[in-house]
């Protein structure tokens, strides 16, 4: 008796701690899928698509209202409000370097500018800072780890060749933290709660989370965003399109917010999202803003791209 007692509570021990410890396939709503797809993507699994020109994987964001910022964070990051934002795919991970070298593989055969923006300053290459060098393996070693070093006018330009943009900040946090006003990407909890990790930060033992500076992209499967997406916590901060602004919650309309505006002024900066390898665990919130200038290229910087969803 004792001992079927004993496996019956071993077994419920088991169940719970695999309930506990289960990654699930994908945290989003794989049921909501949209009605047509933009020129360039296809369906590869349900909820997952595939860009044909870099053969990066996105995910879908239907049209959502959200509560975007915070009124208990920095005081750039409030006031809260309630943002509406349209459908439109991003991509799963940020821009590995094997995708990245793809774009200049085209780049150093056409040297088109085609994509870029505007404002960009003359004789781009579009290199990230001693990209082959043993200097930029020190930061990002394989063809899997993020892109780092690359400029706004890099990321731009990136965008445009794979048929996308720059997400803009209220793009980005709503594919970060959802629509139930989670803190993080995962939830409310610390990123480091239970035991195990949900993302690559500077938690002040180094390669404590497996990594002392980028992780390959994807390698925290339970930091997953509501809608599937994966690395928007920590590893490299993201380039966004808008120009960045302190008052910006404050003036931003309720539908489809952007800061992209032509007459800012020459020498404004661009926000970037997410936190980095190097930043405290208490800028992993979703909610946290920085920025740089448009042509910084720095080693905790990197992006990844957005699509309008066709409308119907």
Not at 168 to 191: F, N, Y
């Amino acid at each position: 008796m004792k001992r079927a007692l004993a496996f019956a509570a071993l077994t419920a021990f088991l169940a719970v701690t695999a309930a506990i410890l289960v990654v699930p396939a994908s945290t989003h709503a794989a049921d909501e899928e949209p009605a047509t797809l933009p020129g360039g993507l296809r369906k590869v699994s349900p909820g997952e698509y595939e860009n044909e020109v870099d053969g990066s994987r996105w995910v879908y964001v239907p049209s959502s209202t959200f509560t975007m910022g915070r009124d208990d964070g920095e005081a750039d990051e409030g006031p809260a409000r309630e943002i509406q934002v349209s459908a439109f795919f991003i991509q799963k991970t940020e821009v590995s370097n094997k995708q990245y070298g793809k774009f200049l593989e085209w780049f150093g055969r056409t040297r088109s500018y085609q994509y870029a923006h505007k404002d960009q300053p003359a004789g781009q290459n579009h290199l990230p800072r001693s990209w082959a060098r043993e200097a930029y393996k020190n930061y990002s070693p394989t063809p899997d780890h993020p892109v780092v070093f690359v400029s706004f006018w890099d990321a731009w330009t990136y965008a445009g060749w794979v048929g996308a943009r720059l997400p803009t900040e209220a793009e980005w946090e709503l594919a970060a933290r959802g629509t139930d006003g989670r803190k993080h990407p995962w939830g409310d909890e610390k990123a480091s709660a239970g035991g195990f990790y949900r993302a690559n930060y500077g938690t002040g033992k180094p390669g404590a989370d497996g990594f002392e500076t980028t992780a390959p992209v994807g390698s925290f499967p339970k930091g997953a965003s509501p809608f599937g997406c994966l690395d928007m916590a920590g590893n490299v901060f993201e380039w966004c399109g808008d120009f960045y602004s302190s008052k910006w919650y404050d003036q931003m309309p309720k539908k489809d917010p952007n800061n992209i505006a032509p007459a800012a002024p020459k020498h404004s900066v661009r926000s970037v999202r997410g936190g980095s390898w190097s930043d405290r665990s208490s800028l992993l919130r979703s909610s946290y803003r920085d920025y740089r200038k448009p042509e910084t290229q720095g080693a905790m910087i990197g992006f990844r791209c957005v699509i309008p969803a066709p409308q119907k």
